[in-house]
């Protein structure tokens, strides 16, 4: 007789559960897509939150972020490249402004004031916080310091610009993403 112990029973073999991608190529696609795309998404939400905790934004950015989901995919894209434009044109305005021998503070106030609203309404926290020195300055009729807050307000403009490009960038990449157009490799 043989010890109990000793008899060995048949391995049953299972099938991994990912058998299934072996034998659907097309099923692993999808998958690495949906990856992908999943990846993508924590990125743009870490930018943004990194923008936000280093003051660029504010809330009124993240409300335009939950707005994209009830209007366009491109939603957000669309307004920052406007608030871009608007404000590259602003910044020609007053500059504009400020190299006339007779400064007109009362346009340049405007300007400065347009700024602050658009600033504003898209959650530019930096650059509206910025725009509020140049309002000050024209109410003082200070040229010198009418000019030091412009440039102030360019060089944050400029560097909420930089962000803002990576931010459509990836935007961009994740509505290619979700219509197909892009598989994220």
């Not at 112990?5 to 058998?19: L, R, V």
């Not at 007779?102 to 400065?112: G, P, R």
């Not at 004031?113 to 000050?136: F, P």
């Amino acid at each position: 007789m043989v010890p109990t112990h000793a008899i060995k029973t048949p391995h049953i073999y299972k099938k991994p559960s990912h058998c299934h991608l072996l034998l659907f190529p097309h099923a692993i696609r999808l998958s690495l897509s949906k990856m992908a795309l999943d990846y993508q998404k924590r990125l743009l939400d870490h930018f943004i939150q990194a923008m936000y905790l280093e003051g660029y934004i504010n809330n009124e950015f993240l409300q335009l972020q939950t707005m994209k989901q009830t209007a366009r995919p491109d939603f957000v894209v669309r307004e920052v490249t406007l608030y871009c434009v608007a404000a590259q044109n602003l910044f020609v305005a007053m500059s504009y402004a400020m190299e006339q021998d007779e400064v007109d503070f009362y346009k340049l106030d405007v300007n400065a004031r347009d700024m602050y609203d658009r600033s504003s309404s898209i959650g530019a926290q930096q650059v509206k916080m910025a725009c509020c020195e140049i309002v000050h300055s024209c109410q003082e009729f200070n040229k010198d310091k009418c000019y030091l807050a412009l440039n102030w307000t360019k060089k944050v403009f400029s560097k909420l610009r930089a962000n803002f490009e990576t931010l459509v960038q990836m935007e961009r990449k994740i509505i290619d993403m979700e219509s197909g157009n892009d598989t994220g490799f």
